[in-house]
């Protein structure tokens, strides 16, 4: 299950009674917990009896299931919120032993969380909310994988963003172009916190207006349409080695903690294009290496972009290219680091035809 379908079975009356949370997109399951009390218990009056957060460095599992066994109080359901949940869900070391090995009797009456994910209160939901979910092979993991329902939260890449910020803004009663949302990840990242707290400044300063801009983006939140990793990018794809070079600069200058992140984006785009290059020798659909790119929705467009960039290079250019990366991290290191010579360098190295 995945974030609109929990939210669209809760609205809808139904859930079920235990979820585990888990994944490196904290703001989204922030933004579903929060939800929660608001859907489950819409009455304020009563809910602060039917409606507990608690966190897994102040409470114990023996606390959490007598609160989640509980009835609930002048409306239909309890809910018990679990944050920092994995201070809780200790991994248990299995006996080797066979004679050591308890009953299943035993080993509910032992700890208190296996007996309630077998036997749950219909009336109760109860999250656990953490970043990572344990093995599934050790107990009290392969329980809860069995009896409760997992909810992964992974960290969304570039395109999957986009996707979000377009959705997002729509729902938020405004239009937001494709090409302004890539204007905001190529400026923010893909930090969704961030990309909210950017989205909440550009409906107010457009006021009235159903449509975002991309000359609102670049008011709001300081993008260039010019000076960008997409464009960076296409200029390193299209053979542009002067123009890649004056676009890094450019953002370098104006922004020296960029260094960092255009040294990742540029990592992995030359991955995507060796991952390109390696299927269209093996002529695999233009679908198939979309879905292989991640570029999924709209953003499924851009992939003619990667295969005639990916064209470009071949497998000896590609290889020279990654190790290209690995001098660059090496430089990073440097007391003093010239980042405009950086990534003339490293550029001289990706861009495989040079011309103006």
Do not use: C
């Amino acid at each position: 299950m995945g974030f609109d379908e929990v939210e669209k079975d809760w609205k809808n009356g139904k859930s079920k009674p235990i979820y585990v949370f888990f994944g490196e997109e904290e703001f989204l399951r922030s933004e579903l917990t929060h939800a929660a009390p608001d859907i489950f218990l819409p009455e304020e009056g009563t809910r602060a009896f039917n409606y507990d957060l608690l966190y897994g460095s102040e409470t114990s599992l023996r606390d959490v299931v007598s609160m989640a066994s509980g009835y609930p109080v002048m409306a239909d359901r309890r809910l018990i919120i679990v944050r920092d949940a994995e201070k809780i869900l200790k991994t248990k070391a299995a006996s080797s032993a066979p004679a050591k090995r308890k009953s299943k009797s035993d080993k509910s009456l032992e700890d208190p969380l296996i007996g309630y994910l077998k036997n749950p209160s219909p009336e109760t939901t109860l999250i656990f909310d953490m970043l990572k979910m344990g093995p599934r092979n050790q107990s009290p993991f392969k329980e809860l994988a069995e009896y409760a329902t997992l909810v992964e939260f992974p960290a969304m890449k570039e395109a999957a963003v986009i996707s979000w910020l377009v959705a997002r803004t729509k729902k938020m009663g405004k239009t937001l172009s494709e090409s302004s949302a890539r204007l905001m990840v190529a400026h923010l990242g893909t930090s969704l916190r961030i990309h909210s707290n950017e989205l909440e400044k550009l409906v107010t300063f457009t006021g009235g207006s159903k449509q975002i801009t991309e000359e609102d983006v670049e008011r709001v939140v300081g993008v260039s349409r010019e000076f960008n990793i997409f464009e960076l990018q296409k200029a390193i794809g299209s053979g542009a080695r002067k123009t890649a070079i004056d676009i890094a600069l450019q953002i370098i200058g104006h922004d020296k903690d960029q260094r960092q992140y255009l040294l990742v984006m540029l990592a992995r785009y030359m991955e995507q294009l060796m991952i390109a290059n390696e299927m269209m020798a093996k002529r695999e659909s233009e679908k198939a290496i979309a879905e292989a790119l991640e570029l999924r929705g709209g953003a499924a467009y851009f992939v003619k972009d990667y295969m005639s960039s990916a064209r470009r290079y071949t497998r000896a250019r590609l290889d020279n290219a990654m190790q290209a990366f690995v001098r660059a991290e090496i430089a990073t290191r440097r007391s003093k680091v010239d980042d405009a010579l950086l990534f003339e360098t490293l550029l001289i190295d990706l861009v495989p035809i040079a011309s103006s």
